[in-house]
């Protein structure tokens, strides 16, 4: 399954039901961040931008796991990272 959301740290306020009656909460969560304020790289990404414990990562995982989905499902993908 796979569901799109745009401007996602708003909140899924109008589909947070929704989502918690019809979802695993053990399925696997990926984030794919593609538009920022200013420009980046890797390092910047994971150093400042979705650094662990700061306000940007906070608020997306806050939310899924108000969902009842587990931190550790969640991936946040570096699109600055080259795939293998």
């Not at 899924?12 to 980046?40: C, G, V």
């Not at 700061?54 to 946040?76: A, P, Q, T, V």
Request: proline share 4%.
């Amino acid at each position: 399954m796979f569901i799109l959301y745009s401007k996602f740290d708003e909140g899924l306020n109008p589909s947070q039901d929704f989502l918690k009656k019809n979802l695993n909460p053990k399925l696997k969560i990926s984030i794919l961040p593609w538009a920022f304020s200013e420009e980046l790289d890797s390092i910047l990404f994971l150093n400042d931008y979705f650094k662990k414990g700061n306000n940007r990562y906070n608020r997306y995982m806050n939310i899924l796991k108000s969902l009842g989905f587990m931190e550790d499902n969640i991936c946040i993908l570096n699109c600055y990272r080259k795939c293998r």
